[in-house]
């Protein structure tokens, strides 16, 4: 099994709020870009809280969205093993440090968690960092037990830090 590694931040000095995944799954790695897999709802969900479509928009376009309206991204995990692209196979992880990506993001409100293993080591790193932390459910096609609409209902809170 090979050790995956997570892609460099996507971040601007004005960034409010950071959504932070845990480790690509296997399409995002081999296209180098975040969330690519086709049935990954991120675009839309992010889309609706910046009030943008991003779904048409090449992947540069997108990533331009999302900092114009201060939003950032980045990942819990800096490599691991995994089988395939879900969370429960990561093994061995090393974490990114996220409180010093946070600490660097003066105008840093929020960060939202896509799924709960990014929850589960964000929170632990940010718990007093005095941001509002917000678990959020994953976009992940294998997160089928929530749908679009509760999902877009919990997204839509990211909204509020971009005011």
């Known amino acids: 099994m090979c ?9 601007a000095p004005d ?11 296997e399409r995002s790695l081999l296209a180098q870009r975040y969330y690519a897999h086709p049935r990954n709802r991120f675009w839309h969900l992010i889309g609706r809280v910046i009030g943008v479509e991003l779904g048409p928009l090449d992947y540069e376009q997108r990533l331009a969205k999302l900092l114009a309206a201060r939003v950032g991204l980045w990942d819990t995990v800096a490599s691991a093993q995994r089988f395939g ?7 061995q992880a090393e974490h990114n440090s ?4 946070a600490r660097s993001l003066t105008e840093l409100r929020a960060v939202g968690f896509n799924g709960m293993t990014a929850a589960r080591i964000g929170t632990t790193q940010l718990s007093d960092s005095g941001l509002a932390l917000i678990p959020l459910p994953s976009s992940s096609p294998a997160n089928a037990a929530v749908t679009l609409s509760e999902k877009e209902k919990s997204w839509d809170a990211l909204g509020e830090f971009l005011r």
Do not use: E, H, N, Y
Request: charged share 20%; net charge positive.
């Open 15 to 25: 960034t409010r709020v950071l959504v932070l995944g845990s480790l690509p799954g």
């Open 98 to 101: 996220v409180v010093d990506l």
């Open 3 to 11: 050790r995956k590694a997570s892609f460099l931040p996507i971040v």
């Open 85 to 91: 692209s879900l969370d429960a196979a990561i093994r």
